[in-house]
T-cell receptor, first 111, second 112 residues
Framework: QKEVEQNSGPLSVPEGAIASLNCTYSDRGSQSFFWYRQYSGKSPELIMSIYSNGDKEDGRFTAQLNKASQYVSLLIRDSQPSDSATYLCAVEKTSYDKVIFGPGTSLSVIP | EPEVTQTPSHQVTQMGQEVILRCVPISNHLYFYWYRQILGQKVEFLVSFYNNEISEKSEIFDDQFSVERPDGSNFTLKIRSTKLEDSAMYFC??????????FGPGTRLLVL
């Protein structure tokens, strides 16, 4: 079983719509969960971190965590063409540990 | 805002040659990491480094790889004898306390 799984996409949404990205992870002991955005040829850029069950909102982004289901999601409201990128879900077992990345979901926001 | 820097941004080398990838972590950070991303694939962990020693390494990080913190600022990844399959983006990351890791811009390595 892969450690972090995501739908590879591509996911296409019209400008202004809500984009929904999903991720599952296999290690129940994971404690920290992240969403990174990666533009082609660039390094991962952290956009959200979440550590406890529930929702966490930051601007147009909302991360949701359900540890019982081993599920993390990211909602992007009012999607913009500049949001077009690959979104990487990542988990960490303990503080200072390595980050384990999923394969990423490619998002395309159509003007 | 402090950032992780990496040099060079691009490196082309011949198979069998040694390469050294350099990183300058954020100045007060104590934990350092190298990751790589082969084109079209996911970001993979290579090694973590703390207190002047390797704290964890992946199966990818074999005897051809080594890391070093030669002075108070640089953190290097050396590949002793490069192979074609070492072609990838290499990312350095660092972290301070319990905050997350900050990634550098990466070095694109091409082995011919």
């Amino acid at each position: 079983q892969k450690e972090v799984e995501q739908n590879s996409g591509p996911l296409s949404v019209p400008e202004g719509a809500i984009a929904s990205l999903n991720c599952t992870y296999s290690d129940r002991g994971s404690q920290s969960f992240f969403w990174y955005r990666q533009y082609s040829g660039k390094s991962p850029e952290l956009i959200m971190s979440i550590y406890s069950n529930g929702d966490k909102e930051d601007g147009r982004f909302t991360a949701q965590l359900n540890k019982a289901s081993q599920y993390v999601s990211l909602l992007i409201r009012d999607s913009q063409p500049s949001d077009s990128a690959t979104y990487l879900c990542a988990v960490e077992k303990t503080s200072y540990d390595k980050v384990i990345f999923g394969p990423g979901t490619s998002l395309s926001v159509i003007p | 805002e402090p950032e992780v820097t990496q040099t060079p941004s691009h490196q082309v080398t011949q198979m069998g040659q040694e390469v050294i990838l350099r990183c300058v972590p954020i100045s007060n950070h104590l934990y350092f990491y190298w990751y790589r991303q082969i084109l079209g694939q996911k970001v993979e962990f290579l090694v973590s480094f703390y207190n002047n020693e390797i704290s964890e390494k992946s199966e990818i990080f074999d005897d051809q790889f080594s890391v070093e913190r030669p002075d108070g600022s640089n953190f290097t990844l050396k590949i002793r004898s490069t192979k074609l399959e070492d072609s990838a983006m290499y990312f350095c990351a660092s972290r301070g306390g319990e905050e997350t890791q900050y990634f550098g811009p990466g070095t694109r390595l091409l082995v011919l």
